[in-house]
């Protein structure tokens, strides 16, 4: 991972935390534009993680979800 990836990435981990702790879901975006206008590179290689992350979040939100509806499917049945 080159110089510009690690800067990414930190920098998505970080906007992550503030974005969860300000609750605005497009705050990275605010980032990106600052990023963009002092260096086109890392700002593609910051959104690249972003994607990436906020992906894997709703992934595992679905999988969540979909346990969660099949053991309240089974209890049901069970309780029948």
């Known amino acids: 991972?080159?110089?510009?990836?690690k800067l990414g990435e930190k920098l998505a981990i970080d906007t992550l935390k503030v974005q969860?702790?300000?609750g605005e879901d497009?705050?990275?975006m605010e980032v990106a534009q600052v990023l963009g206008a002092a260096s086109q590179s890392l700002e593609e290689a910051f959104l690249?993680?972003?994607r990436?992350?906020?992906a894997e979040?709703?992934?595992r939100d679905f999988i969540a979800e979909?346990?969660?509806q099949v053991q309240s499917d089974l209890e049901e049945k069970a309780n029948k």
């Open 57 to 59: 979040r709703k992934a």
């Open 66 to 68: 979909k346990l969660a």
């Open 1 to 5: 991972m080159g110089t510009i990836e």
């Open 48 to 50: 690249t993680e972003m």
């Open 26 to 28: 497009r705050f990275y």
């Open 52 to 54: 990436v992350r906020i």
């Open 20 to 22: 969860d702790a300000i």
